[in-house]
C-alpha cells in the first residue's frame, strides 16, 4: 500500500507570492490533517479535512487554507507569502477523523521564503 | 490548553537502552502516540496507547502510561545508532468538539558506537 505522497519536496518563493501544496491521502483514507513544523515553535496543526468539508482549523491566519477533493486529496494554499511562513509542512492521513486512530505522516513540503 | 512537554536531549551508547519522557495536560486524551522523525523525513509513527492501558510492549519498543501523573515514556532496548532521530510525543485531544494531535517538541536521541 502507497504511502502518504506529498509534492513537491521542495519549493523556494519570495515574499508576497503565493503556494500550493499538494498531498494524497493512503488509499482509502478520507481525513488528511496539515502541520507546519518550525524550530521555534515545533508541530502545529493547520486544519483538517474529512470528506472534503473541513472539520477542524487551527490558530492561523486566513492567509491558510486548503481543501480536499472527491478522491480525498487535499492541498492547502499559502498566500502573500512571508519570510515566517518558511517551514517543513507535513499531511498526515487517517482512516478515521480526528485522531482516534493511527495518522500516517507523508515526508513533508520544505518551504523556504525568501 | 493542552500542552506536552518532553526533554530536549538525550545522549546513549550503542547497546544501551534509552528512556525518553513525556509530560502532557490534557486530562481527557484517548491516545497517546510516539513518532520518529529523521534528519530531512517526516514522521514515523512507532506506536500509540490508549488511554485506559497502562503499557504496551512492540519487539525492542515498551510505552508506559501512568495516568494520575500524566506521564509518558518510550524505552528502547538495545538501542542501535540507527536509533538516532527526533522523538515526539503527541496527544490526542479535543479541540472545538474535534479531536487533533498536539506534539512536544521533541527530543533528540543521540546513539554512540
Known amino acids: 500500500k502507497a504511502g502518504v505522497t506529498q509534492t513537491p519536496r521542495y519549493l523556494i518563493k519570495t515574499r508576497g507570492q503565493q503556494v500550493t501544496l499538494s498531498c494524497s491521502p493512503i488509499?482509502?483514507?478520507?481525513?488528511v490533517s496539515w502541520y507546519q513544523q518550525t524550530p521555534g515553535q515545533g508541530l502545529q496543526f493547520l486544519f483538517e479535512y474529512f470528506s472534503e468539508t473541513q472539520r477542524n482549523k487551527g490558530n492561523f491566519p486566513g492567509r491558510f487554507s486548503g481543501r480536499q477533493f472527491s478522491n480525498s486529496r487535499s492541498e492547502m494554499n499559502v498566500s502573500t507569502l512571508e519570510l515566517g511562513d518558511s517551514a517543513l509542512y507535513l499531511c498526515?492521513?487517517?482512516?478515521?477523523?480526528?485522531?482516534?486512530?493511527?495518522?500516517?505522516f507523508g515526508q513533508g513540503t520544505r518551504l523556504t521564503v525568501v | 490548553g493542552e500542552d506536552v512537554e518532553q526533554s530536549l536531549f538525550l545522549s546513549v551508547r550503542e547497546g544501551d537502552s534509552s528512556v525518553i519522557n513525556c509530560t502532557y495536560t490534557?486530562?481527557?486524551?484517548?491516545?497517546l502516540y510516539w513518532y520518529k522523525q529523521e534528519p530531512g523525513a517526516g514522521l514515523q509513527l512507532l506506536t500509540y496507547i490508549f488511554s485506559n492501558m497502562d503499557m504496551k510492549q512492540d519487539q525492542r519498543l515498551t510505552v508506559l502510561l501512568n495516568k494520575k501523573d500524566k506521564h509518558l515514556s518510550l524505552r528502547i532496548a538495545d538501542t542501535q545508532t540507527g536509533d538516532s532521530a527526533i522523538y515526539f510525543c503527541a496527544e490526542s485531544a479535543m479541540n472545538s468538539g474535534y479531536s487533533t494531535l498536539t506534539f512536544g517538541k521533541g527530543t533528540m536521541l543521540l546513539v554512540s558506537p
Open positions: 490534557d486530562s481527557s486524551s484517548t491516545y
Open positions: 498526515a492521513s487517517s482512516s478515521i477523523p480526528g485522531t482516534g486512530g493511527e495518522a500516517f
Open positions: 488509499s482509502g483514507h478520507r481525513s
